[in-house]
């Protein structure tokens, strides 16, 4: 249990781990409350701390192997069972967890025939592994199994670029995400002023739900920081060719606009119970609202990487069910054929 105090004005904030469990080496599990809290500061403090916990979050991944055997992605190698594809598919579930800057160096280098796991990569030394039952590769014959490998720490996804079958270097699609869902609940809490905080953080075992807790919080603090100092920073915003100048709205001309659009514009899309998988696949796309959702159509939405149809459906029936909104529909939808 754990458990600390912080004072905002006159009243005690307290927050607690009510539950933490790791159910596999690749998954953690965790459930933390905060109050009291007056009446909106709990949905104000959920959003914005799943918006930290899915998008600020840093992880480590393997991004690129190579090896003078891989001769091309579909391909397959004599005494492997696995296809070069399915060997890379592997490499990518891989889970690290690490403090590094840049890139890091790692290998693999084993003599079959048996089996290649994760704990067979040679990482740095500021790398550790998660899951050293990993899967890589099954070798049938005693062929020597080598490969270079490339560590990075981001965030968020990062797409394979084209691969350059000439060197045996391959591009590995990597998702530094640490977080593999996050809910927050509101409930009432003593009398009908306070609202008591539920959060609940799904992680890859990189990152404790706690230490992820902690990092997001201190993410957030940092972003707000520079609106504490005393006077605003003198930027010439002119000396920068990439500004974009916004027009400058009066008051009369804000309250001319559409009430509805107002209304969709204040509406983010962390507050639609997304995927985390889905939710980082808009938030690419610069899809931030719900106003920015209505803008694309069906075929725009399934032109996004990674977005499948199903995901599309989710999209559409949340839209339908919640604030009774359908986005543009292509001449043949693909949602409703028989439209």
Known sequence: MLQEEVTISTRPLQWKCVESRAES???????????????????????????????????????????????????????????????????????????????????????????????????????????????????????????????????????????????????????????????????????????????????????????ALNEASRTLIDLFIPFLHAEEQDIQLKDNPNIVTVPFLTYHDRLKKNTKEKALKCIFIDQLELSSRVYNCLKRSNIDTVWDLMNKSEEDLLKIEHLRIEDVKKIFDILQNHFSLDLPKTPFSILNPLE
């Open 25 to 211: 080496k690749r998954l953690h599990y965790a459930r933390f409350i905060l109050f009291p809290l007056l009446r909106g500061q709990a949905n104000t403090i959920g959003l914005a701390m799943r918006r930290a916990l899915l998008g600020e979050l840093e992880g480590t991944c393997i991004t690129r192997a190579k090896s003078e055997k891989l001769l091309h992605e579909y391909s397959n190698i004599a005494g492997i069972e696995e296809s070069v594809q399915e060997i890379l598919m592997n490499l990518k579930e891989i889970v690290l967890r690490s403090n590094l800057y840049g890139s890091r160096n790692a290998s693999i280098c084993v003599k079959g025939p048996g089996y290649v796991t994760a704990q067979d990569i040679i990482l740095p030394p500021s790398v550790e592994m998660v899951d050293t039952t990993q899967h890589i590769a099954s070798l049938t014959e005693p062929i020597d199994f080598c490969i270079e490998l490339q560590v990075e720490r981001h965030r968020g996804y990062h797409l394979k670029t084209p691969n350059n079958a000439k060197d045996g270097s391959f591009s590995i699609e990597s998702v530094f995400m640490p977080i593999q869902n996050v809910n927050h609940s509101i409930h009432p809490y003593g009398n009908e002023k306070q609202e008591i905080l539920f959060l609940e953080i799904w992680t890859n075992g990189s990152l404790t739900p706690k230490e």
